[in-house]
């Protein structure tokens, strides 16, 4: 009697021990599933990026479709002139592209696009959310610093000094840290080299209360009153000057120039004729500020830190962009930051362009 009691005791902890790990074990293997797709969405969602900031203009696909009309004639002998379509490829202007490209970009500049997946149409019950940001339109750290010298280039009165003194002023006034640019010059002073990453400023005095806020985050709930580091800075821009046309949100609200809003694509979408139609690949921006984007952040030039117009790039040559992806499955996000390099290409006397992604962040 006492022997089978036992055998049954030992049994039901088998049975217990067996239904425990397996209770366990279906969740796991359900949330890993999802983990592994929603990484396969974030990784997506960056082709996705990378497909809107290489599409062509209209021009540019009427002109293309155009070619292959003429070369299709010009086989089959049929062609009465082949000098037509080159015309037409050649008389698309630089200046024409760029505005398309504005045309597109900014809607959704700084703001989360949001794409719904369905399994019977796409594979996977899921969704994507992508935010283009360009990276022109941030302070490039290893571009206004002499490291040499160990200061920023220009002196109190002009120059980066004098701009990032107002930057750091207003970083205080968002953040309520203190002696932010007295830290920022000490830790100058002491660098020679260049900076890998613009995150390693948090290591500097001042600049840890953005450990929280590092990567940009679009509002989704309410007006944008916060700012982020990698949202200010890079180390990727082409150059030391800042486009306008793209600013970054963080710096708008540095600047005192309207941020993002809650869902408002569709109105910028309805705006953005009227904001490019004085489209110049070259400014003046003492000149050209008051015409070409007053109507788009309703504020004049003088409204700025002092002397800002001299760090504003003169010519639109925008290259380096960063897009910021969730890709969700079930209740499980996964979230992915990458740099990417646009490229001008030439092909059969068609403009095309070339993304490369030279970083990635898992967030």
């Given at each position: 009697m006492i022997f089978t009691l036992l055998i049954v005791g030992a049994a039901m902890i088998v049975v217990t021990y067996v239904g425990n790990r397996g209770s366990f074990y279906l969740p796991f293997s359900h949330m890993t599933l999802a983990r592994e797709k929603a990484k396969m969405l974030a990784t997506s969602g960056v082709q996705v990026a990378m497909a809107q900031l290489c599409q062509p203009s209209k021009k540019q696909e009427q002109s293309a479709q155009e070619s292959k009309t003429e070369k299709k004639d010009v086989q089959t002998g049929e062609s009465k002139n082949g000098a037509t379509s080159t015309a037409i490829t050649e008389g698309t202007s630089s200046n024409q592209e760029d505005r398309d490209f504005l045309l597109r970009i900014l809607p959704t500049l700084n703001r989360w696009q949001q794409f719904d997946l369905k399994e019977e149409i796409d594979g996977v019950d899921g969704q994507i959310k992508i935010c283009i940001m360009c990276e022109?339109?941030?302070?490039?750290?290893?571009?206004i610093i002499d490291f040499k010298k160990g200061t920023l280039y220009?002196?109190?009165?002009?120059?980066?000094?004098?701009?990032?003194?107002?930057?750091?002023?207003?970083?205080?006034?968002?953040t309520k840290a203190t002696d932010i640019f007295p830290a920022f010059e000490k830790a100058i002073k002491e660098r020679d080299i260049l900076y890998n990453d613009a995150t390693e400023l948090l290591t500097q005095k001042g600049f840890t209360s953005?450990?929280?806020v590092i990567f940009y985050q679009p509002p989704t709930e309410k007006k944008q009153d916060t700012i982020y580091l990698t949202d200010i800075f890079t180390v990727w821009s082409s150059s030391d000057k800042l486009e306008p046309w793209l600013f970054s949100d963080s710096l708008l609200g540095l600047l005192g120039l309207p941020r993002v809003e809650?869902?408002?694509?569709?109105?910028?979408?309805?705006?953005?004729?009227?904001?490019?139609?004085?489209?110049?690949s070259r400014v003046n921006w003492k000149q050209d500020w008051k015409t070409i984007l007053v109507p788009m952040y309703g504020k004049e030039l003088q409204t700025l830190p002092k002397n800002?117009?001299?760090?504003?790039?003169?010519?639109?040559?925008?290259?380096?962009?960063?897009?910021?992806?969730?890709?969700?499955?079930?209740?499980?996000?996964?979230?992915v930051y990458a740099i990417l390099?646009?490229?001008?290409?030439?092909?059969?006397?068609?403009?095309?362009?070339?993304?490369t992604i030279k970083k990635l962040y898992w967030l």
């Open positions: 022109e339109g941030k302070i490039n750290l290893n571009r220009g002196t109190d009165q002009s120059g980066w000094k004098s701009i990032m003194q107002e930057i750091c002023k207003a970083i205080e006034r968002i953005f450990k929280d809650i869902d408002d694509i569709k109105k910028r979408k309805d705006q953005v004729e009227s904001w490019v139609k004085n489209f110049k800002i117009d001299s760090m504003l790039s003169t010519t639109f040559t925008p290259r380096f962009f960063s897009v910021l992806v969730h890709g969700k499955v079930g209740e499980i996000t996964q979230s390099e646009k490229n001008k290409l030439s092909q059969d006397n068609n403009i095309e362009y070339d993304i």
